[in-house]
């Protein structure tokens, strides 16, 4: 059964993503074909636009178990009285004995970067009536991933925000950084003794945050293909799930989920001086999952005992919790691009929709009404304490 809010599909969910449904259903014209351009802004837009999709990716694994492997996108059920996935799936490509492990889409709409145990393969958006999200179909490029094709399990890919870098970290330690779509090598770093537990890529594309099983976070300088900073533990912290995210003025700031004994914090990290800004003890549950919100005004964690909290990045003050919003431990986390939806996936094969409002509105909306509450008190005591009031007064 469903935990409430959530919707299962009958397999463990180990990642997912939500689809930048307007590249792939408009895909971006060539470089300098204006004709394209030209013809892509012209065309009649849609009366109504398509429900938000996202990718779901996970199943039994090699065994007898009976649980198939598969990708399946679902979109957002308009008829519901709350935001959730329809448990129609719209698209459903199922991958014999590989089990889709971890998840990159590309924001321009190139296609799923799935990561199997033995190696990465990319399914492309095909259409097989026209341009509608019913119409949609996946399809295997055999040739795109060559150079990923036999490296063993991947526990962390990404694009970077344009699409233009792709980078990958194994479970063998070895990171690969390439140029996207031509796959030319921007860096690669073979550490044998830690395995890869995530990256991320600054907005910019400049920088690119990795860390490990062990050791500190290291941040790479993207055009130089040289390390830039190391930034170091404190006394018994293990490092988890990094992300850049943009602040107010479109600078950068690096946020890095840790345990500390039995504490789930996050810290935050200048981007200039890479020295600590922030850190704050979150929860006693171990995070499984990290995401920052596009507007880098919210910070979503979850933990293996299903829980999902959204923070506010600036003081990290919590804003919503949700206890057993799963039945097992949370996968994936993710922001939709407006930032007002929360995607959650799970071992106990639910994803689950949690809508969080208005971003900037968060936090920023609830001084104001306390100080008019405030106020108010404050009125009503000295209306009823008038005459004694009063007589304090000197005479």
């Known amino acids: 059964m469903a935990p409430r809010g959530g919707q299962s599909y009958g397999f463990p969910i180990y990642c997912a993503a939500w689809l930048p449904l307007g590249h792939i259903l408009k895909p971006d014209p060539p470089a300098g074909d204006a004709d394209a351009d030209a013809d892509a802004s012209s065309a009649a837009s849609p009366s109504s ?21 598969k990708l399946v996108v679902a979109a957002l059920d308009p008829a519901g009285e709350e935001a959730a996935l329809s448990p129609e799936a719209v698209v459903e490509v199922k991958t014999k004995e590989e089990v889709p492990y971890r998840m990159a889409v590309h924001p321009r ?58 980078a990958t970290g194994g479970e063998d330690g070895h990171l690969r950084v ?11 770093e073979a550490d044998t003794k830690t395995s890869i537990k995530d990256l991320s890529f600054s907005s910019d594309e400049k920088f690119l945050a990795v860390n490990r099983s062990s050791g500190p976070c290291r941040v790479w300088d993207l055009l130089s293909s040289e390390v830039v900073a190391n930034l170091p533990r404190e006394a018994g912290e293990i490092f988890g799930f990094c992300r850049f995210s943009n602040k107010i003025d479109s600078s950068n700031i690096l946020f890095i989920t840790a345990m500390q004994g039995d504490y789930g914090k996050i810290i935050s990290w200048n981007t200039t001086s890479w020295t600590r800004v922030g850190s704050k003890k979150i929860t006693r549950e171990a995070i ?57 996936t799970s071992f106990d094969s639910t994803a689950r929709v949690t809508s969080v409002g208005s971003p900037k509105g968060n936090g920023a909306s609830v001084w104001p009404m306390l100080l008019v509450i405030i106020l108010a008190i404050l009125v009503y005591y000295c209306m009823q304490h008038k005459e004694e009031l009063l007589a304090m007064l000197p005479r």
């Open 49 to 69: 636009p398509p429900p938000p999709m996202a990718a779901l990716g996970g199943g039994g694994g090699e065994g007898r178990s009976g649980v198939p492997n």
């Open 109 to 166: 709409g190139d296609g799923v970067l799935c990561a199997f145990p033995n190696g990465c393969r990319l399914y492309r958006w095909e259409s097989q009536e026209g341009d509608e999200p019913r119409k949609l179909a996946l399809e295997p490029d055999q040739e795109a991933l060559a150079d990923l094709k036999d490296v063993g399990l991947q526990l962390a890919v990404s694009f970077s925000g344009e699409g233009s870098i792709l």
């Open 178 to 188: 390439f140029k996207w779509p031509a796959m030319e090598s921007v860096l690669t």
């Open 288 to 344: 499984s999952a990290f995401a920052v919100s596009p507007d880098g005004s919210l910070l979503a964690i979850g933990t293996i005992e299903g829980t999902i909290i959204v923070l506010g990045s600036k003081d990290m003050r919590t804003l919503i919790t949700v206890k057993k919003a799963h039945l097992g431990i949370v996968t994936t986390l993710a922001f939709s691009q407006d930032s007002r939806t929360l995607l959650s």
